[in-house]
């Protein structure tokens, strides 16, 4: 088991390196469809596996295009990784959609809407 601390630059370094694969590395077409940011990685404790929680703005079929491109690109994008951080296994990649930043406006509303509320109770 890997200490808190190599876990945590792995994932920095995971999310650099799968960022600048995104932008320049990977040539499919689909997922050149979507603006993909990646929010968050998170590396299980053994360094085995991997979760890249991304958010995608564009249109919704095409998001789905996104998704299959990413998910055929896993080998590529693994090699890759393996070979730039010169690790013997690199972990496995699962790629989830942070629903984080589309519910993000949504409860900025219901704060807004609750902090209105409490000023006119005031009034």
């Known amino acids: 088991m890997a200490n808190s601390r190599r876990v ?9 390196e799968i960022s600048e694969l995104l932008v320049n590395g990977i040539r499919d077409e689909r997922i050149h469809q979507a603006m993909i940011t990646i929010t968050s990685v998170e590396v299980s404790g053994d360094l085995q596996h991997a979760r890249i929680f991304i958010s995608l703005f564009g249109e919704e079929k095409k998001k789905d295009q996104v998704l299959v ?34 519910k993000g ?9 609750l902090e209105l509320e409490r000023k006119s109770k005031d009034l």
């Open 105 to 113: 406006p949504e409860v900025l509303d219901l704060l807004n809407a």
């Open 69 to 102: 491109g990413l998910e055929e690109a896993k080998g590529f994008i693994r090699a890759e990784l393996a070979r730039r951080l010169q690790m013997r296994r690199s972990p496995e990649l699962v790629f989830k959609i942070d629903k984080g930043m589309t």
């Open 8 to 16: 945590e630059k792995l994932a920095a370094l995971l999310k650099r």
